[in-house]
Structures are given as C-alpha cells and as structure tokens.
C-alpha cells in the first residue's frame, strides 16, 4: 500500500497576540493529503471492495476533499469521477490549484450535478467526505491528541465545513473518557443551524456535539475579506506557518471573539494549504492591487 500517514502528528507551542497556545500539526499528516481529508480518507484505505474500480463524489471546484480523493484514487490505481457545480471560463482555460492537481491526477471532472450516477463496482461519497465511515480515522486523531495531552483542562478549537472532523473528534474524546478536553468549533460554510442540521445526519446523539461559537459578523463561504486576508497574514508572520485560507481566518475570527473561554487552547492545523493558490491569486488581485493605487 503506497499509502502512508505520518502519525503521530506534532503538537507544537506557538504565541499569536500574545496568546501562547498549542497547535496539532495535522498539517504535516502527508505532502500528498490535505490535512483532516487525510484522516476521513483513513478507513477507506483497507475497506474497499476489491472489485471496486471507480469512486464517485461531488462539490466546489477547488474542493480540498475533491483534490484529496483524487491522490487516493491516483495511488490506488482507481478512477476518479466528480461533479463540480460549476467550473468558470478561465479555469476550464487555464487550470490551477486543486482544480488542476486534480486533473493532473486522473480525474474526470464534469461540470452539473444533474448528470451525477453511481453505477456498479462504484462507490459514492459524500461532498467533503462528510460519511460515517470518516470516523475511524478521526478517532486515531482523538487518541493522539489524548496520548499528547496531561490532564489539566482544555479547549479544542477547529474551523468546520461539513462539520464531520468536529463532531467525531468530539465524540472520539469523550467515548475515550478525556473529559478534562472541550471541543469548540464555528460553522464557515453556512449558519450554525446549518452545521448542526450537518451534526443530525452524522451522529443523532446530541450529547457527542461540540460547542459552536460563531462570529458577530456573518461571512459567505469562500467570499473575499480584507480582514481574513489581513488576519491570514498577521499568522503567517507572527507563527511563521501557513494556514488555509477559505477555514482558518474565520477560524482565528471566531476564537479571538471568544478568547476568554480558551485559558489553554489547542488548535488544530487541519492542512488545506495545496488549496491556497486560488484563493491567493484573488486576494491579491483584490486587494494588493487596489493598496498601490
Ligand atoms: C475540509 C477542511 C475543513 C472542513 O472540515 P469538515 O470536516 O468538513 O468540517 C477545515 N479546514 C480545512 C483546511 C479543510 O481542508
């Protein structure tokens, strides 16, 4: 199996504005995965039927999952089929970022969700691997982090899309009794009713959720922010990493309206940074061009 995770990840000490916290490195789970699709990712490995030949998904375009699935396919020898909303002009042109590394990896990628079909020795998953059987891999994460920590008290903090890494890594914690560790998160995608609506169809037991803290402001998925960029920026010289950038800054966004609750912060770096060149292009065509003039 080419296939291989490099776990335990990390937990390293940083400082950000004067508040020193602890970070899961989940970033450097694997060059070839975007951090936390690594972990869903984990349980298909060794599941697969072997009579399997294609995996079926679908979502954005620029879909950390989708370019995730696609090195899975690519190191399985699987193809790859996925339907993407919509796919603009200029990248259907001139491709980057996931959309491209995609491509490049095999995968056949269709524009409309209207013609989306599952035929035999095919197997659908969920946008965003949001499925049940992402859980085997984030209980490995719960255990690490369990394994890393002592007992004093603390607070978990990740950004959340479909709400999957949240949920079941908050479940994982308290099935393995670490209850000296409290899982917040804050919805990016949609509203908070959204992401639990997204916690229902994984997991019916409401006593497994993590706590949702959210922003006062309310931003669009994937829309442009000049204090996202900023704040993105403001990490990358302070810790001197990179973050992603369609999660994180709301993320840090969140948290810093809500520090008081975070007297020993974990975060954790769920990788996604292979998806930022996209995003980067924008920023600065939005933003760096306008501060010239
Ligand atoms: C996919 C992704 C998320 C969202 O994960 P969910 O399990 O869908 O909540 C957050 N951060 C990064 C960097 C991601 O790639």
Redesign the pocket.
Known sequence: MPLIFNTPTPLEQYTFRDKTFLLKRD?LISQDF????AR?IDWYIDNLPKSLTTIVSYGSVQ???MYSIAKFCNLLGLNFRYYANHIPNFLKESPIGNYKMALDLGADIIEGYGSLEVGENELYIKE???TKE?YSGIEKLALEIIEQLDSKEYQLF??????????FLAKALKVHGADNIKLF?TP??GSKEYLLEQFRELEADENYYPTIIDTKKRYHFGKLYREFYLLWLELQNEIGLE??M???PK?WMALFEHIDKFDNLVYI?????L?NATMLERYKRKYDENSKK
């Open positions: 970033d975007s951090g936390n699709k869903k879909s950390n999952a965003g691997i949001a992402a990740l950004p959340s899309g479909t709400g999957t890494t949240a949920l998160t990016v995608v973050f992603d369609l999660y994180d993320g770096h769920q990788g996604g940074i998806g």
